[in-house]
């Protein structure tokens, strides 16, 4: 099994070759694995459709520039999935995930219950790490859920985004985290 910092190191880098190019050329090679994904005897075409919105949000979130109402909405829809509230409507109020800590935080808790947060903005950059607390008092269900005893198990996710242009760059750098961790997770219950 490999250590810890291996694992981070590899996962590290599988994200940095992933972000290689502009925008639109990560979208288009995102885009261009769905589509074969899509092709494979058995695809469970739902679950892709699912992880490649995760895939476009982060994507989104580590390269706008500004607080986006589109992506807090998109957000929003996930929260309230997650909840099982049923879907996000246009009579609720959206929170401005891209905007507020406490919002942004909040969306971790409410997709990712027991999991910690740990964030802050230099002038360099907006940065984050989640993870599950497997110490907590939801512990024994999280080591169920997010088992570390696998191969290419992931135990934080890591964000750093500059440069750290204002307090809204933390809030992305958190939920771009946490839609790694929930694109993960689905990766994971796919290959069960």
């Not at 891209?98 to 990712?112: K, N, P």
């Amino acid at each position: 099994m490999a250590t810890r910092m291996e694992t981070i190191r590899a996962e590290r880098a599988r994200l940095e070759a992933d972000r290689e190019g502009t925008a639109d050329e990560r979208l288009s090679r995102l885009n261009a694995r769905f589509r074969v994904a899509c092709t494979g005897a058995g695809a469970n075409v739902r679950a892709l459709c699912r992880l490649q919105k995760l895939r476009e949000m982060e994507i989104h979130l580590t390269t706008i520039a500004e607080p986006a109402t589109w992506l807090d909405w998109e957000l929003a829809c996930i929260l309230a999935q997650a909840q099982g509230t049923g879907p996000h409507t246009s009579e609720q109020v959206t929170p401005a995930f891209t905007r507020s800590l406490e919002a942004a935080r909040a969306f971790v808790t409410g997709t990712l219950p027991g999991f910690w947060v740990s964030s802050g903005l230099c002038a360099l950059t907006g940065h984050a790490s989640i993870g599950a607390d497997y110490n907590g008092p939801e512990g024994e269900r999280l080591r169920r859920e997010w088992p570390l005893d696998v191969e290419g198990a992931v135990e934080t996710w890591d964000e750093d985004l500059a440069p750290g242009d204002g307090p809204h760059r933390e809030c992305m750098a958190i939920l771009a985290c946490a839609v790694r961790a929930l694109a993960y997770k689905l990766q994971m219950e796919a290959s069960r």
